[in-house]
């Protein structure tokens, strides 16, 4: 990064004022994720176990063995999710959802009578979890076709090894599993994006708490200089200082004339100019857990442009403690071909924008759309295996 300007450290922090927010949907998605992968290996491993255990005629070796070991290998690749604290990638999902599609149509030749007929068979509690494992990967539009084919496979594999027994008791436990889950998850994911939209709001208010402060003692300088110049100038004469004119009387009044007028020309409020880069001084040192090292050339902006500015690098600056894997970030401020220019980058795992899930807002809502939304304005990002750099602009 190529920018000039001063150079400022500082390693404190204050959660008390910490305007960093991670999103509740990002966590559910985590901690759901992480859950299903626990309960899935660990179901998985006990189904390996009894089928091996339940492995009596009219149970056929030459099926089971192949249809376990692949079963095996898939509930591994969910151990390895849950030990690494990933999240579920779709495909495995998916290979989960055929691979009990097919146990369940091959249960003629895996599961031994006296299970199909008491229900107690280890695929019938595979299925179960598999229909879990779909409501809380996917949204209910793929999640129920899913269940239902899921279950539906379960009975018709008990119909194809047991052609009088009853399949409807055990599809009807599965139609509610497969409601309970697909209900438990549309209510979590709705409360997810509700505190989302308020964390995002929380967020909003203190940049323009800050931003207002600053409004604030921009007025009061204002207020100052109107002070210092006209009203000093009346005072004076209201006091008999000149009691004639004189050239330097005129020349006070035409520089109070000229800073009246500077201020009436003032534009309205929300474009009060900002200093940017205390502003963005002040959002650096709310970046807990970060040691942001500063270089941040004084620049002026209008009130909106500097609260989008602030808005955009407390969501790079968020990113950067929370995915980078890094406790160092970099900001940096000032002009380059006669744009406003602030960029923050580090030095951790960089990650792939086009490949984001639909939850990440922070990158496409707080940082891209903010600055594209302002005229002159604009944000790009790169990231790889060295790290992120974001990149901010404005032209005035």
């Known amino acids: 990064m190529a920018l000039t300007g001063s150079t400022r450290y500082d390693t404190t922090s204050d959660s008390a004022h910490d305007t960093r927010y991670d999103s509740a949907t990002r966590q559910l998605t985590k901690a759901v994720a992480r859950t299903g992968a626990g309960a899935r290996s660990a ?12 492995a009596v005629p009219p149970v056929s070796a030459s099926w089971l063995a192949p249809m376990l070991l692949i079963h095996l290998v898939w509930t591994l690749l969910h151990v390895r999710v849950f030990w690494r604290k990933e999240l579920l990638p779709h495909w495995l999902v998916a290979g989960d959802v055929a691979i009990t599609v097919a146990l369940c149509l091959a249960q003629v030749h895996l599961v ?13 509690g595979l299925v179960t979890m598999t229909v879990v494992m779909a409501g809380v990967t996917w949204r209910p539009k793929v999640a129920v076709p899913v269940g239902l084919a899921v279950a539906a496979a379960f009975a018709a594999g008990v119909r194809l090894a047991s052609p009088t027994h009853d399949i409807f008791g055990s599809l009807g436990i599965h139609l509610v599993q497969l409601l309970a889950i697909v209900l438990l998850m549309t209510l979590l994911r709705r409360s997810a994006a509700s505190a989302d939209a308020f964390l995002r709001e929380s967020v909003r208010a203190g940049i323009s708490l800050m931003v207002e402060r600053l409004r604030r003692e921009d007025e009061l300088r204002q207020v100052a200089s109107i002070h210092e110049t006209s009203l000093h100038t009346l005072t004076m004469v209201g006091l008999g200082t000149y009691d004639e004119p004189s050239p330097t009387l005129r020349d006070q009044v035409a520089t109070d004339r000229a800073a009246l007028e500077k201020l009436r020309d ?22 807990a857990g970060l040691d942001v090292r500063r270089r941040l050339t004084p620049e002026t902006v209008p009130g909106d442009v500097a609260e989008r500015f602030a808005r955009a690098v407390t ?6 403690a929370l995915h980078a894997g890094v406790r160092e970030a970099e900001l940096v401020s000032g002009r380059r071909d006669g744009e406003i220019v602030v960029e923050v980058a580090d030095a951790g795992r960089g990650f792939d924008q086009h490949r984001l899930p639909p939850d990440r807002f922070g990158v ?14 604009g944000a790009e990002i790169f990231s790889g295996d060295r790290g992120t750099r974001v990149s901010l602009w404005w032209r005035p």
């Open 43 to 54: 179901v998985g491993s006990v189904a390996v176990v009894a089928a091996l255990f339940g």
């Open 266 to 287: 003032q534009p309205h409020a929300g474009s009060v100019p900002i200093a940017l880069d205390t502003l963005l001084d002040e959002v650096a040192e709310r970046a």
């Open 112 to 124: 031994p009578m006296e299970a199909l007929v008491t229900g107690s068979s280890w695929v019938h």
């Open 364 to 377: 496409r809502g707080s940082i891209l759309d903010t600055m594209r939304s302002l005229p002159n304005g």
């Open 315 to 320: 969501e790079a600056l968020a990113n950067v």
